[in-house]
């Protein structure tokens, strides 16, 4: 039976990208390498020592992560006291994030030779600059390409569109509640 409302057109489904379709496979292909790779020094020298390769991988993890926390926060505090006191912001030093030493002291902490492996390779300073600087001119090169002049036009352009592909434009208006209107509320047109 018809009832002769139209069928609701629903917005085409949009496709997956490649890093959503692969990265579970990816991350079971690792686990899999991993607990591979363990059985197999296992089997070669013993379980326990690939019991103290994975302690001693964490207990130095743990030391790098503590390091680089340690190193953001004294940074972080050296540039609010110097904003605090009016001083310019010091353009020598060590002006290079943690990220990558965090991630390397992450990674060491992970059980597995593998993770190891790669956390051990982004605790080498020369490695950790190539990789940021790789990582920045992506990042930039995805921002000109999204066709925003800065970082923060992209939130803005995130933030007005909404899912189904409609653009809200309007702002906000708050009141306090010495201003609120005392009666009813009148309707709004439509």
Not at 22 to 33: D, K, M, S, T, Y
Not at 49 to 60: K, T
Not at 153 to 175: N, S
């Amino acid at each position: 039976m018809t009832t002769g409302a139209p069928t609701p057109t629903y917005p085409a489904r949009p496709r997956r990208s490649r890093m959503r379709t692969f990265l579970p496979l990816g991350i079971a292909a690792w686990l899999v390498l991993e607990i591979w790779l363990l059985t197999l020094v296992a089997g070669a020298a013993s379980g326990f020592a690939v019991f103290l390769l994975l302690v001693a991988g964490f207990v130095l993890g743990s030391v790098v992560v503590k390091r680089a926390g340690r190193r953001a926060f004294r940074n972080l505090t050296e540039t609010l006291q110097r904003q605090q006191s009016g001083e310019a912001p010091a353009t020598g030093g060590n002006t290079e994030g943690n990220g990558f030493l965090m991630l390397g002291g992450l990674l060491l902490m992970l059980p597995g030779l593998v993770s190891d492996v790669v956390g051990l390779l982004l605790l080498i300073p020369p490695l950790q600059k190539a990789l940021s600087r790789y990582a920045e001119r992506t990042f930039e090169r995805k921002i000109r390409e999204a066709g925003t002049g800065s970082l923060g036009d992209a939130f803005q352009q995130a933030r007005i569109h909404r899912p189904d592909g409609k653009v809200v434009q309007g702002e906000v208006i708050r009141e306090d509640d010495g201003d609120a209107p005392q009666g009813p509320r009148p309707p709004l047109n439509r």
